[in-house]
């Protein structure tokens, strides 16, 4: 297997470039340009030379043999100065060593994985922690990649395990005479208690909801002060506010984020009879905005498209919406408490839609291979050849959640998300 090498830190310029190298030969070829290696967990300066003996930078080494390491190898780090220059110059020397060669996106981490310092939830946890925007999003990913989500598929697996040496055992003694169906009962007990929580667990929302946010869009007939609204929501002019109706003909996005969760604000264009092809358009699709929406805000003055709308009484201060229906919130531009008072009530069905810190989140993958074995394992049996299958179609689907069966095809989409050097 080659050796690899890549910046591991950030883009230089930096204070300190941080240079990773990892393989069989990363300990030699460190030693070829510091000389004299430190003792292994220790940090020591040295001056690094290219090949013709031409000092490169004075930095700090550290080197790590395998198998205890982040990738399950021999690994070295090279801790220099973070100009572009330095950066360029050592990656250069290393290139030129027989044996060794840059790292792709996430090959340091895939190895980790083939070298059984991870597993696949874990690697998937630390690919959404290098792409986290907010401090839900990191927490989450976090706890995924410390292994909180590979610590419950084990304690499931084992469960499964157990069940089918039961299962086996009594298999082996079938044409006993005094083997009952009592005897399955704890089996066919213990089935149905996976079953319940796999079942709770899929309750939950999904992981990819930190990421995707919540879906809120503005809807309402014609110069019912939608645009404004989005504008109010977002606190910038991301739509044309004009006392013409149909001013806003297709869609319109402005991504929010507070409190840690992602808004995606849509407004839309009024819902109206038209003759205009382009107009009728933009209707249709506002029609199904109103259909996807996670949360409708309903501007119109008549009642809204969907029960669990938030009837919002919009431009309040203008003369002649006194006489208005009530609704469940009324906004006035002039007024910011009314748009504060309008996203707490945002922000409290939001929260119902966001995966809790204190609750198993997973990735719709990890959530996929949870409903396979529930659905594998929720039919009601008492053949023990039947019970058997089912056992084992569920330890196979939540295995892969772990990676024992991970394909290329899937390892190749979750490690393209990963950045060169980790």
């Not at 360029?88 to 027989?98: D, G, N, T």
């Not at 996929?368 to 008492?382: I, M, N």
Request: aromatic fraction near 2%; charged fraction near 25%.
């Amino acid at each position: 297997m080659a050796t690899i090498f890549a910046l591991s830190s950030g883009a230089a310029p930096a204070g300190i470039g941080v240079i990773r190298v990892s393989g069989p030969l990363a300990l030699a070829a460190v030693e070829r340009l510091a000389g004299t290696l430190p003792a292994p967990r220790s940090a020591r300066v040295r001056v690094l030379r290219d090949a013709s003996g031409a000092v490169l930078d004075r930095a700090l080494v550290l080197v790590f043999p395998g198998p205890h390491t982040a990738t399950g190898e021999d690994l070295a780090e090279l801790h220099c100065h973070g100009g572009r220059a330095v950066i360029a110059a050592v990656l250069a020397a290393l290139a030129a060593i027989p044996g060794l060669r840059a790292a792709t996106g996430g090959e340091f981490t895939r190895r980790a994985l083939g070298n059984g310092r991870i597993d696949l939830a874990e690697a998937a946890g630390l690919a959404d922690l290098l792409s986290a925007d907010t401090e839900r999003q990191r927490v989450a990913a976090l706890s995924a990649a410390e292994g909180i989500v590979s610590q419950q598929i084990r304690g499931w697996l084992d469960r499964l395990a157990m069940l089918a040496a039961l299962t086996e055992a009594q298999l082996d003694f079938a044409d006993e005479d005094d083997v009952g169906a009592d005897d399955i009962a704890p089996i066919v007990d213990g089935k149905n208690a996976l079953v319940a929580e796999l079942q709770a667990v899929l309750a939950n929302p999904p992981v990819e909801r930190l990421r995707d946010g919540v879906q809120v869009v503005l809807a309402g007939p014609p110069n019912s002060g939608k645009s404004t609204l989005i504008n109010l929501l977002s606190q910038r002019d991301v739509a044309i506010v004009s006392a013409i109706a149909g001013t806003t003909r297709d869609r319109i996005e402005a991504t929010v984020v507070r409190d840690g969760i992602v808004y995606q604000v849509t407004d839309t264009a009024g819902l109206t009879a038209s003759d205009d092809p382009i107009e009728r358009i933009g209707v249709e699709r506002a029609e199904a905005a109103i259909g996807r929406a996670d949360i409708l805000l309903w501007l119109g003055d008549d009642q809204p498209p969907r029960p669990d709308a938030l009837w919002v009484k919009a431009r309040a201060d203008q003369p002649g919406r006194e006489d208005v229906p009530l609704a469940d919130v009324t906004v006035a531009q002039s007024d910011t408490a009314s748009v504060q008072q309008l996203w707490t009530m945002i922000a409290g069905r939001a929260e119902l839609l966001m995966p809790r810190s204190d609750m198993l989140a997973l990735r719709d993958s990890e959530r996929a291979a949870c409903r396979a074995a529930g659905d594998a394992l929720a039919p009601a049996e008492d053949d023990l050849l039947i019970i058997a299958e089912q056992l084992r179609v569920a330890q196979r689907v939540l295995g892969s959640i772990l990676g024992l069966d991970a394909t290329e095809t899937m390892l190749d989409a979750l490690f393209g998300r990963f950045c060169i050097g980790k």
